[in-house]
C-alpha cells in the first residue's frame, strides 16, 4: 500500500535537491592549478540565453527578490491517477504558490491547474493500494476518491473540521481522524460512521461509591436516595445493552488521563483496534519566552511567543495504548521489556561531570523516559499496521537520544516485541529512520547507521535482520514497490557528493542504478510504478523536472526527459563561476573534508585573497555536485571571484553525507572539529591555490556564524576577519531537539555546554569581527547576540561591530537587508584582507 504525506517545500528546501556532470579540470590559462586526483567539476557546457542581454554581476542583483533566477519548481509529485506531474510554483511577485500540471512524455512548464479543479490534483495525504478499487486523498480538510475502473472522483466529507491520518478500512471504506474521534466513510455510499472516541478526563460511574461518613450515612438511612441510585442503573444497563445489540449506535468511549494530551492515534484497516499515544499535558514554554518584536502596524511592541531553551527542557515519556474496540479495553504496553529501557546510559558523562564537582557518582538503573521517534525528515507516523490488522509495528526513542527502537505489537499478545534496537553512545540521528512493512509478508524494512553509514535491512517478525545494501554510502528515501519485488531509494554511492537513484531486488538483493546522471537527484515513483520524476540540478543551473520510463519487462530506466525549463533568461545570461569539489586532506581523520572551491581563472602577480564560508545547519552537505540551498552565497562567491578572490566552502565534521563517524565527531565538542578542518583548509589553500596566508576571512550564519565565533576566538591567527550572521553564542540558549542530541543537557553534562559554547571564549577575540543580528529571529535569539555583546564589552574588546535588521527572522526575507548584510561583509574583507 502506498501511502503518503506531502512535504510543501519551500524555495530554500527544494533547492538542496540537485545535481551535476563530474569529471577532473583541466586549468591551463589560470596560475591557480589544483591536484587533479582531488578535484571533480561540472563539465556539462554551460546553458546560454539566446539573444539574452548579459546581467551585471553585482551584489544588488545577486541579493534582489529571487524571482529574478526563474521561480523553479517546488515539490513535485505525481497526480492521484499517474496521468500528471505535478509541481510547486511561486506566482511572480506574490509569495503565493500555484499548482502546475505537466506530461511526463512532453517538456514544457505545462500549464497552472485551475482553482475549480484543484482538488483533483493537490494532496496533503493520499493512500492508494493494488488490491483496492479506488484510492483517496485529503485536500484542505476534506476527503475525496477515484474509482479506478472509471476515473471518477466523488467528494467524501465536505466540512470545516479538517479529516486528516487517514487509511483504508476493509475493502470500501476510509477511515479518517477529527480531534479525538475516528470515523469511516463508505466509498460508495458516502455513509459516515464514528468509530471511536476518547476523553481525557475520569470516566464518571452511573452510581458511584459514598465519598464519606455523611454521604454513606445518607444513602443508607433515605429510601429515596436508593431507589434514585437503581434507577439510574438500571437506565443504564438498559442503554448499555441497546448499544452492544444495535451497531447503529456508537459505542466505543475510552478514557485517559486527565492531566495527559494526545501524541498521536492510529486505526487498524479493519477498524478492530487503534494505538493512542498519550504524554502529559505540560507547557512547552514559560511566559517569559518571548521575543520583542518591535516593527508592528500598530507601533507599539509585541511580544512574539518562542519556543523554550535546551536549559529549560522536561523529560517527556509517552504512554502507549492498545485499544481494543469490540469490547472498549485497552492495555498500557510496557516498556519494560524492550532492552536496554533502564541502562544509565550517561553514566560516564554525569560521573565526569561529578568529578569536576568534586563529587561522586553512582550508576543507577531507574527506566529512562521513552517515547516515539518522529523522525525530523519523514513524512509518515513512527507507528505503521500491517495490511492484515493483526500487527502494529512502532519506532520509539528514548528522551537521552541514546536509543531508538523499532518494535512490534501482536494484538493479541498486547506486549512490545523488539525487532530492532540501535543503540549510538552519542546520539541517534533524527535523519535515515524509515522504516515499514513488506504488503505480502510479515516482515519490516528499516534504515540504520548501524554500520556507519544509513543502510537498508529487512528484518521478518521471527527471522534475523538482513542488510539490502552494504558500504560507505547514504541510503535514503525508500519506497518499496506493491508487489514487495524491489526497493527504490536515492544514494551517493558514487561520490558522496553524487546522489543517483537505485533499486534493489527484495530477493537477490542486487543494486542496480536507474540513474546516471552524476549528481544530486531527487524522485517520486510514479502510481502505476512504471515512471520515476526526478527533481535535477547542477553546479551552476537550478532545478528542473526529468521524467525516466521503466520497462515494462526489465524495469530498465530509460533516458532521462526534461521537462521544465524554468530558469530565467537574466540568469543564464551570466558567466557563473562553477565551484570545483575538492578533497582536503585531514589531519584528524582518515577521510577527506569534501570542499568546493571557487577560484579565479585570470592570471595574477599578486597571491590572491581568500575567503572560506562555514554553511549552516552543521548537519547539512553543501559540497555536492548540485544547486545549493545556499544560492545567494553561491551568486556572491562568484562575485567575489570576480573581485579576485579564491574561495572555499567546506562541508566540515558535522556534516550530512560522510557517515556516522563524520556526523557524531562533534559530540560533546561543538566547534573544536569544525575549527580543526578550517585549519586544513587554510592549509590546503595556501599550498594549492596560491593564497596569501595573512590575507583569508571567514564567514556563516546560524552554525556557519558559530563557527566563525570559534575560529575568532579559538584560533586567533587563522582569519584576518570574520563575519558571523545570526551566529549561536551560547547552546544553552537554543532549542532542546537539535542541540540536546549533541551535548546533552545542561543539567547533566554543563562541561559539554561550557566546552562548546563561543560565549566562552571571547576573550581570545583579536581580529575584526562583525556581527549581523536579526531581530525577530525565533531560531537563534536575538538575545544571544546581545549577551556575547556585553561580554566582549566587558572583556574591553574594540574591533568588533554589529549590525542589527529589525524585521528580519532567522532566514532573510526583505532584499534591503540581504543587500545591506553582504554589502557589510565584503566592505569588512576589502578593508582587512
Known amino acids: 500500500m502506498i501511502k503518503m504525506r506531502k512535504i510543501i517545500y519551500s524555495s530554500v528546501a527544494i533547492a538542496l535537491l540537485g545535481a551535476c556532470s563530474s569529471t577532473e579540470l583541466q586549468q591551463t590559462d589560470a596560475k591557480v592549478s589544483f591536484p587533479s586526483a582531488t578535484l571533480t567539476q561540472d563539465k556539462t557546457p554551460p546553458v546560454t540565453a539566446p539573444n539574452a542581454e548579459t546581467i551585471e554581476l553585482s551584489l544588488k542583483q545577486i541579493m534582489s527578490d529571487p524571482d529574478w533566477i526563474g521561480r523553479q519548481p517546488e515539490g513535485a509529485y505525481w497526480t492521484a491517477d499517474g496521468n500528471n506531474i505535478a509541481y510547486y510554483r511561486k506566482r511572480e511577485g506574490s509569495p503565493v504558490r500555484d499548482i502546475w500540471l505537466a506530461n511526463e512524455t512532453v517538456s514544457g512548464n505545462g500549464k497552472q491547474a485551475p482553482l475549480s479543479e484543484l482538488h483533483n490534483y493537490e494532496y496533503d495525504e493520499l493512500i492508494s493500494d493494488n488490491d483496492m478499487a479506488f484510492d483517496a486523498w485529503v485536500f484542505q480538510g476534506n476527503i475525496f476518491s477515484r474509482d479506478k475502473a472509471t476515473n471518477t472522483v466523488i467528494q467524501l466529507t465536505k466540512s470545516r473540521q479538517a479529516a486528516r491520518n487517514i487509511q483504508f478500512h476493509n475493502s470500501n471504506g476510509v477511515s479518517f481522524q477529527r480531534a479525538n474521534e475516528f470515523y469511516v466513510v463508505n466509498a460508495s455510499t458516502g455513509r459516515q460512521e464514528q468509530l471511536f472516541t476518547w476523553q481525557f478526563a475520569n470516566e464518571t460511574p452511573v452510581v458511584s461509591e459514598p465519598a464519606d461518613y455523611i454521604a454513606q450515612e445518607n444513602v443508607e438511612l433515605i429510601d429515596y436516595l436508593k431507589v434514585q441510585r437503581r434507577n439510574r442503573q438500571l437506565r443504564a444497563d438498559s442503554f448499555e445493552s441497546l448499544e452492544t445489540a444495535n451497531d447503529s449506535l456508537v459505542s466505543s468511549v475510552f478514557y485517559f488521563d486527565p492531566s495527559h494530551r494526545t501524541v498521536l492515534a492510529s486505526l487498524s484497516p479493519n477498524g478492530k483496534w487503534a494505538i493512542v499515544v498519550t504524554t502529559e499535558n505540560s507547557p512547552s514554554r514559560d511566559d517569559s519566552d518571548i521575543m520583542p518584536d518591535y516593527i508592528e502596524e500598530n507601533g507599539r511592541i509585541k511580544a512574539q511567543p518562542v519556543r523554550q531553551r535546551v536549559a529549560d527542557a522536561k523529560a517527556i515519556s509517552h504512554d502507549i495504548w492498545l485499544l481494543d474496540l469490540s469490547n472498549n479495553s485497552k492495555t498500557l504496553l510496557e516498556y519494560k521489556v524492550l532492552p536496554g529501557y533502564n541502562e544509565d546510559v550517561l553514566a560516564d558523562v554525569k560521573r565526569e561531570n561529578a568529578e569536576a564537582r568534586g563529587e561522586t557518582y553512582t550508576e543507577n538503573r531507574i527506566p529512562r523516559d521513552i517515547g516515539l521517534l518522529f523522525d525530523w525528515y519523514a513524512t509518515e507516523p513512527p507507528v505503521k499496521w500491517h495490511d492484515n490488522s493483526d500487527k502494529v509495528a512502532l519506532m520509539l526513542e528514548a528522551w537521552d537520544n541514546k536509543d531508538r527502537w523499532i518494535t512490534s505489537v501482536d494484538v493479541d499478545d498486547k506486549q512490545f516485541v523488539t525487532q530492532h534496537r540501535m543503540h549510538d553512545p552519542a546520539w541517534v540521528n533524527y535523519r535515515f529512520n524509515e522504516f515499514g512493512w513488506f504488503d505480502e509478508q510479515e516482515t519490516l524494512y528499516l534504515l540504520s547507521e548501524e554500520s556507519g553509514y544509513s543502510q537498508l535491512y529487512v528484518k521478518p517478525l521471527t527471522g534475523s535482520l538482513k542488510p539490502v545494501t552494504k558500504g560507505n554510502f547514504v541510503v535514503e528515501n525508500v519506497t518499496l514497490t506493491q508487489d514487495d519485488a524491489y526497493f527504490y531509494f536515492k544514494a551517493n554511492v558514487k561520490h558522496p557528493g553524487i546522489y543517483e537513484i537505485y533499486r534493489s531486488s527484495t530477493d537477490t538483493m542486487a543494486l542496480e542504478a536507474l540513474t546516471d546522471l552524476n549528481g544530486m537527484t531527487d524522485y517520486v515513483l510514479s502510481p502505476n510504478e512504471s515512471s520515476l520524476l526526478l527533481t535535477h540540478s547542477k553546479l551552476v543551473m537550478p532545478p528542473e523536472l526529468y521524467s525516466v520510463k521503466l520497462d515494462d519487462a526489465s524495469g530498465a530506466a530509460g533516458e532521462a526527459l ?272
Open 562 to 833: 526534461k521537462i521544465t525549463s524554468t530558469v530565467s533568461d537574466a540568469f543564464l545570461s551570466i558567466d557563473w563561476v562553477s565551484p570545483s569539489i575538492v578533497a582536503v586532506p585531514s589531519s584528524h581523520t582518515e577521510q577527506p573534508i569534501y570542499s568546493r572551491v571557487y577560484a579565479p581563472t585570470v592570471a595574477t602577480d599578486e597571491k590572491h585573497r581568500a575567503v572560506i564560508f562555514n554553511h549552516g545547519a552543521g548537519y547539512l552537505q553543501n559540497a555536492h555536485l548540485g544547486w545549493s540551498g545556499y544560492f545567494r552565497e553561491f551568486m556572491f562567491h562568484s562575485f567575489l571571484v570576480s573581485q579576485g578572490y579564491v574561495v572555499m566552502d567546506m562541508d566540515y565534521r558535522a556534516s550530512m553525507g560522510y557517515g556516522r563517524e563524520w556526523r557524531t565527531a562533534i559530540y560533546r565538542q561543538m566547534g573544536t572539529p569544525e575549527t580543526q578542518d578550517l585549519v586544513d583548509g587554510v592549509e590546503w589553500l595556501v599550498k594549492n591555490a596560491d593564497v596569501d596566508r595573512k590575507r583569508i576571512g571567514t564567514y556563516g550564519g546560524s552554525y556557519g556564524g558559530f563557527m566563525t565565533f570559534m575560529a575568532l576566538f579559538t584560533e586567533p591567527e587563522l582569519f584576518q576577519a570574520g563575519a558571523a550572521l545570526r551566529p549561536v553564542s551560547d547552546w544553552a540558549h537554543y532549542n532542546d531537539p537539535y542541540t540536546s542530541n549533541i551535548l546533552n543537557r545542561p543539567d547533566v553534562d554543563p562541561i559539554a555546554y561550557e566546552r562548546s559554547s563561543p560565549i566562552y571564549f571571547a576573550d581570545g577575540l583579536n581580529k575584526p569581527l562583525l556581527i549581523n543580528a536579526p531581530m525577530v529571529d525565533d531560531n537563534v535569539f536575538f538575545v544571544d547576540v546581545v549577551r556575547l555583546v556585553q561580554v566582549l564589552i566587558e572583556k574591553e574588546k574594540e574591533d568588533f561591530e554589529t549590525a542589527i535588521y529589525p524585521v528580519e527572522p532567522h532566514g532573510f526575507v526583505q532584499p534591503s537587508s540581504w543587500l545591506d548584510e553582504y554589502r557589510r561583509i565584503f566592505k569588512l574583507f576589502e578593508e582587512n584582507l
